[in-house]
Structure formats: C-alpha cells, structure tokens
C-alpha cells in the first residue's frame, strides 16, 4: 500500500464566488483521494503582485495523499482547469489558485515544482492560516515556524480573517483548527 504523505496545500481565489471556488477545489481533491486532515479559516487578503485586482479569499489546508509530488501537482493543475482557471496574466486574476506549499518535509528542486513554495515565507496570504492550523510546524530549510516567519515579514498587505470557514473533508462541520504532525528539518 502506498505511503501517506502530508501535505500543505495553499488554495486562492479572486474571481466569481470565491469561498465556493475555494469549497469546490476541496470537494475536487476529496473526490480524488486527498484527505483533508485540517483547514484554516478564510481570509480575504489585498493582491500582492499585481496590486489593481479584486481581493483575493485565501486559506491553507493540509491533506494526506497517497500521490507523488509531481502527481499531486498534476491534480491540482487539473482542478485548477476544471474550476475555469486561465493562465493569461502572470500573477493576475483568477478562479482559483492551488500550491503545494510543503510535501512531508521533502526539498524538491524540479523544473516545474520547488517545495518548500519559494515564496512561502514572504507570503502573509499564505503565513496567517498556516500558523492557524500548523503553528509549530518547524519549516524545512527555513528552520522556523510560521509565527516565527510572520514577525520577520516584511510584507504588510492585508489578512482579514472572515467568518467562514472551509469545511472538513465529509462531515459539513468546519475542520480542525490544530495540526495533525509536525515536520521537523
């Protein structure tokens, strides 16, 4: 039987109905076989690259799933075309956005996926429900946690947490808000 591998995912979204693109993507991922283990709140969070877009919904979830790194990056591709996603503008507006964010506490250096995300820790979007769900998680490479990572940001966009929350993986209720592991480098 395959390994379990735990990941961290990073989902966004900014155009239509974006908490229901963000539960879509998780329904998504459930259907093939990730399991959601726990999600972050939702936040609404200003653009950070491309400053003159609507605001983004962001949230962190971490999923068990039995795929390879670059397999689990093919699905999340996948999700991304089927909720409508077109990569027209580099870092510009979208239906949703899906990141591996870290892979057990893999270093990958590939073409087309590098885990830990190279921006993680630049991130506030990303930092704010990482710490919510995974607030001792010790990065790989980074050898800090996310709160850690937060008080030496430099990135001051804004992070409003808003009242819902991403739902578990089967049972309707809102998902855990503590880690299930943590990795240590």
Not at 24 to 33: I, V, Y
Not at 72 to 88: A, F, H, I, P
Not at 99 to 105: K, M, P, S
Not at 156 to 177: K, M, Y
Request: proline share 9%; hydrophobic share 35%.
């Amino acid at each position: 039987m395959p390994e379990l591998i735990s990941a961290y995912l990073s989902l966004g979204s900014n155009e239509g109905d974006r908490l229901r693109n963000l539960r879509l993507a998780c329904a998504a991922l459930r259907e093939r076989g990730s399991v959601i283990r726990c999600a972050s709140s939702v936040y609404e969070t200003e653009p950070v690259d491309m400053r003159e877009q609507a605001w983004f919904l962001n949230a962190v979830i971490e999923v068990e799933t039995t795929l390879p790194p670059l397999g689990l990056l093919d699905e999340l591709q996948q999700v991304e075309r089927e909720l409508g996603r077109k990569r027209t503008v580099p870092k510009g507006p979208r239906t949703i956005d899906l990141d591996i964010l870290l892979y057990g506490d893999s270093i990958i250096r590939e073409e087309q996926l590098t885990v830990p995300h190279p921006e993680l820790h630049k991130r506030r979007f990303v930092l704010v429900p990482l710490r919510e769900i995974a607030p001792t998680l010790k990065l790989p490479l980074l050898d800090r946690t996310p709160d850690e990572l937060l008080r030496e940001l430099e990135d001051s966009s804004e992070v409003n947490r808003i009242a819902e929350p991403l739902l578990a993986a089967s049972s309707g209720e809102p998902a855990p808000r503590q880690p299930t592991r943590s990795f240590t480098n």
